[in-house]
Structures are given as C-alpha cells and as structure tokens.
C-alpha cells in the first residue's frame, strides 16, 4: 500500500496518510482509560516531588529536548523537573551524524 508512493497522486498520498492517521486515533481512544490512569499517577508522583526522564537518542532524542525545554515556558512546570539523557551525551545534540541515503 505505501510503496511507489512517487508513482501515487497528491490526493492518492493524502487520502492514504489521513487513513493512517485515523488508525491512530482509534487505537488512542480504545486506551484512553489505561492513557488516564498513567497520567493521574505521573502527576501524583510529580506533585509529590518526583522527577521525570526522558531517555533518547538520535531524532527522537533531539525532541526530547525540545520538549523539556519548552514545559516551563509553556506549562509553567518548574525547571528540572523534567529531564533527558542522551545516547552519546551533549555532543550527539551539537553535532548531527551523517548518513549515508539508501538507494
């Protein structure tokens, strides 16, 4: 379904991402007690003075970040309590590695 996509039209490529799109959400919402309850349970454990990590690496790594820097200024959630370890440390988010595409 998702090879040759250059082959495929706009609209072909869009109605196929907006259907994947939809799985998620459908999945989402049948875990929504189970999302809840975790939720209820990080923030008990974060107003009672816990921390949260985020373990990453490459992309999603970077994002992680991301993330932990924007939650003060956006949520108001005080500095350091959310925090990230990065595979390879600092210098993995200051010096991108190159790959190779694939053919």
Not at 14 to 26: G, R, S
Not at 49 to 54: H, L
Not at 72 to 98: D, E, F, H, M, S
Request: without cysteine.
């Amino acid at each position: 379904m998702h090879r040759h996509l250059e082959t495929k039209s706009v609209e072909e490529i869009t109605a196929l991402i907006n259907q994947e799109d939809e799985k998620v959400a459908l999945a989402i919402q049948s875990a929504l007690p189970q999302v809840n309850k975790l939720i209820t349970q990080i923030v008990e454990k974060l107003k009672g003075g816990g921390r949260m990590f985020y373990l990453g690496a490459g992309s999603g790594g970077r994002l992680s970040v991301l993330d932990a820097l924007e939650l003060p200024t956006t949520y108001g959630i005080q500095k350091g309590i959310v925090n990230v370890i990065l595979a390879g440390g600092i210098p993995v988010w200051q010096k991108p590695r190159k790959r190779k595409k694939t053919k």
